[in-house]
Nanobody, 118 residues
Framework: VQLQASGGGLVQAGGSLRLSCAAS????????IGWFRQAPGKEREFLVRIGWTGGVTYYADSVKGRFTVSRDNAKKTVDLLMNSLKPEDTAVYYC????????????WGRGTQVTVSS
């Protein structure tokens, strides 16, 4: 599975962005997809994970209620809608794929930069 995150950009605080993770590979529907971010000088942070059917999701407290994840297995995409953005959301955002029987992420995509201005 190859992944590519897109949709980042510059947005004012309080605004919204929709990130998309596009995947290639015939077994995409067998993978859970996670979104992560990494700000300069900080460790990578888990944000959300969506199950292989799209029915189970887990959100980090830092984004719960503001971010919404969804997936379309037919299109092989996972979207992350980010609302009420804050300057502290500024980071490079990554998507990653975890085979449904695994406990670690198997594939990582290139990130997309999100910058939130105050």
């Amino acid at each position: 599975v190859q992944l590519q995150a897109s949709g980042g950009g510059l947005v004012q605080a309080g605004g919204s962005l929709r990130l998309s993770c596009a995947a290639s590979g015939r077994t995409f529907s067998s993978y859970r997809i996670g979104w992560f971010r990494q700000a300069p000088g900080k460790e990578r942070e888990f944000l959300v994970r969506i199950g292989w059917t799209g029915g189970v999701t887990y959100y980090a407290d830092s984004v719960k209620g503001r971010f919404t994840v969804s997936r379309d297995n037919a299109k092989k995409t996972v979207d992350l809608l980010m609302n009420s953005l804050k300057p502290e959301d500024t980071a490079v955002y990554y998507c990653a794929a975890q085979y449904y029987t695994h406990t670690t992420y198997d594939y990582w995509g290139r990130g997309t930069q999100v910058t939130v201005s105050s």
